[in-house]
């Protein structure tokens, strides 16, 4: 065992796996194997492994300016072009960015700034955050809180009373649905108890609703048909502001440029983004707000001397350099199109699951998808010790997929896969589920 404390990981069964290089859509371990990475590293190697391209403009930045920040207005090119690539492309109505780090913090700058926001123009009450059961938009104090899951909630005693954090349904109906209940009965239910759960705290308590347009860690659950266009007007009647946590979704993954795209959500006030921004290669978040949410800021802030927050890093020229880069090719390569081509084949290959016995139910959107795995398909009973083993078997056959949700195996491959590569994928996640079950 070494000195690392190592995130998300049974400390009893540490260093598992020691990777090596990469190339493409593979990864290879110190003794050579090669594994599809499956899960392009944790939902964000977009370009893959060793793009050359990317290095050389990481390294040519490095060269010219390594370091800046971006603290007292103090700028560099790259951050300026970072931003207004992204305002020009997201659907939040003259939107202004702040950059951090990782979609943690991206988060926690969010409800920094909607308090901010509301203090600003006079409704300091306004400050609960509404999240979903089930939900994850990361593992900082703040942003934790807004996590569902439970196994980033147990023993750290989040500060949910404190951060005014309030939980709604997740939109799974596989697992949320009552007995004989529709999809359409389902969205009509949860949504009223959404706007219950409004009315009982008070509409002028309440500053947002975030959401993941498809969720990652807690499942890839794609809500049902009618679901965003079934609470966006519960939203707006009640000055609610929504913010899509799009760290996973953004940038081709969903088979849209946005998952906002891809599930009909119509111009959210705030948008967080990390992972494929910059594709990993270098760390870097982004967190978007409405322009008009930006204009009663400025008062405040140059009443104090300055808006008390920031990161070292915020901006930083290299990371920003990368993710322009990224950007670039993105669009240059056609990635976002090929990416939707790509994505309809895995779903259509992943369907086929469904004479498994032991698989109850194939989810996805795009370039992600899980596969639920069930003791029986009556009684649905998650079979999580079977989840487990499967996604060892997986690493055993050469592709690395994850246990998410405690019964289902999550795949999310980098978008320049191949066909034949998503070919190779199922054929691997296929053999590992037959194995296990």
């Not at 895995?346 to 469904?354: C, G, I, M, P, V």
């Not at 069930?374 to 010790?385: F, G, L, N, Y």
Request: charged share 20%; hydrophobic share 40%.
């Amino acid at each position: 065992m070494t000195s690392v404390i190592y995130p998300t990981t049974n400390f009893a069964a540490t260093e598992q796996l020691l990777f090596d290089r990469g190339e493409g859509v593979y990864v290879y371990d110190q003794n050579g194997k090669q594994y599809l990475e499956g899960l392009a590293g944790l939902w964000c190697t977009g370009l893959g492994y060793g793009n050359q391209e990317l290095i050389d403009t990481i390294s040519s930045q490095l060269s010219r300016l390594s370091f800046s920040h971006t603290f007292g207005g103090k700028s560099h090119q790259p951050v300026i072009d970072l931003a207004d690539k992204l305002s020009a492309m997201v659907p939040v109505k003259d939107a202004m960015v702040f950059f951090g780090n990782s979609g943690s913090d991206a988060n926690d700058t969010h409800i920094k700034l909607l308090r901010y926001y509301f203090n600003a123009i006079g409704k300091p009450e306004k400050r609960k955050i509404i999240t979903r059961e089930r939900a994850y938009h990361g593992v900082t104090v703040a942003a934790g809180s807004l996590t569902s899951l439970p196994a980033n909630l147990a023993h750290f005693d989040a500060p949910l009373d404190a951060l005014g954090i309030l939980r709604t349904d997740h939109p799974h109906y596989y697992r949320g649905a009552q007995a004989g209940e529709s999809e359409a009965e389902f969205v009509r239910r949860i949504s009223s108890n959404l706007e219950e759960l409004i009315l009982r705290e008070g509409p002028e308590t309440i500053a947002a609703f975030i959401a993941e347009p498809i969720t990652g860690a807690s499942g890839v659950i794609v809500p049902p048909a009618g679901y965003y266009e079934s609470i966006q007007p519960i939203l707006d009647k009640y000055d609610i502001l929504f913010w899509a946590d799009e760290v996973i979704t953004g940038f081709g993954r969903t088979g849209n440029v946005f998952g906002c795209e891809t599930s009909n959500i119509q111009q959210p006030a705030m948008m967080t983004f990390a992972k494929q921004l910059s594709s990993a290669y270098y760390p870097i978040s982004a967190s978007v707000i409405r322009g008009d949410m930006y204009e009663p800021m400025v008062a405040p802030s140059a009443e104090v001397g300055v808006f008390g927050h920031g990161f070292t890093y915020s901006g930083h020229p290299v990371a920003c350099a990368a993710a322009l880069k990224t950007l670039e090719i993105y669009e240059r390569e056609g990635l976002y199109a090929h990416a939707a081509k790509m994505g309809e084949y895995l779903q259509a290959r992943l369907a086929e699951f469904t004479n498994i016995e032991a698989v109850g139910e194939v989810r996805g959107a795009g370039l992600i998808a899980a596969v639920e795995l069930v003791e029986d398909r009556d009684s649905r009973t998650p079979a999580i010790d079977m989840a487990k083993r499967a996604t060892a078997a997986c690493q055993e056959n050469g592709l690395i997929a994850r246990n998410v949700a405690g019964n289902a195996l999550a795949v999310c491959p980098p978008l320049i896969i191949t066909r034949e590569q998503i070919d190779e994928l199922v054929d691997k996640l296929r053999r590992s589920i037959e194995q296990v079950s």
